[in-house]
């Protein structure tokens, strides 16, 4: 499957363009570049690595829309965003931020730490690109309600520490059965370059595993 209209810039700082040229940034993190072109920015949380004021900055143009965790509504205000530019949701729902763009919220959260609270209602995304549904999970551990999401593409985190680790991802991603599959959020703030060879590597033969860092 043709993937290239995914690039990651570092870490899980994640970016999406349709057919159209609209383009989608989920957690826009360690730019070194001013790019200006992002239409819809998603944020899955607000941990300093996912919800960047400066990065946002980088990225972002007058008619950007956001896509925020309820929880984090003051966050955002606070960062000098207004709520005019953002809609704020929970898992389970599903919208329509900007033409030619769906997205549908799945929960993002750790079973047994205290990075990643379940209660936070912090999230993952489900993001309708190019006829592909691309499931961006956020920082989350293997949970049992995420393993029926339908998606094409599936970007899982594989460094551990804060999230699952490269074995747990792959065995998540085996229940999920995408097409392909990208490990992210790996290699730089947590876990180490080689996460990415051993999440290849227990991932089934059948699903594509997709390098992006």
């Known amino acids: 499957m043709d993937t290239s209209f995914i690039t990651i810039n570092t870490h899980s700082s994640i970016r999406l363009e ?10 826009p993190y360690g730019f070194t570049t001013e790019p200006h072109d992002a239409d819809l920015i998603l944020v899955t949380h607000t941990h300093f690595d996912h919800f960047s004021p ?7 143009k007058p008619n950007t829309v956001f896509v925020m965790p309820a929880y984090n509504m003051r966050d955002f205000i606070d960062a000098g965003f207004t709520n005019e530019q953002a809609a704020f949701l929970t898992p389970y729902e599903h919208a329509k931020p900007f033409d030619g763009i769906e997205i549908d919220t799945v929960p993002a959260y750790n079973l047994s730490k205290s990075f990643h609270p379940k209660d936070k209602a912090w999230m993952g995304y489900v993001i309708q690109v190019n006829d592909k549904r691309v499931y961006v999970a956020g920082d989350t551990d293997d949970l049992p309600e ?8 599936a970007l899982v985190p594989a460094g551990g ?21 990208i490990p992210e959020h790996y290699g730089t703030v947590a876990g180490s370059p080689e996460d990415g060879k ?3 590597s227990l991932v089934d033969p059948s699903i594509e595993v997709a390098f992006k860092l």
């Open 146 to 153: 995420n393993r029926s999401i339908e998606c094409d593409v």
């Open 18 to 27: 349709n057919k159209q040229g609209a383009v989608v940034y989920v957690d």
């Open 198 to 200: 051993t999440f290849a």
């Open 54 to 60: 400066e990065d946002i900055a980088k990225v972002r």
């Open 161 to 181: 520490t804060y999230t699952m680790d490269a074995r747990q991802a792959a065995a998540f991603v085996n229940a999920l059965k995408p097409a392909v599959a």
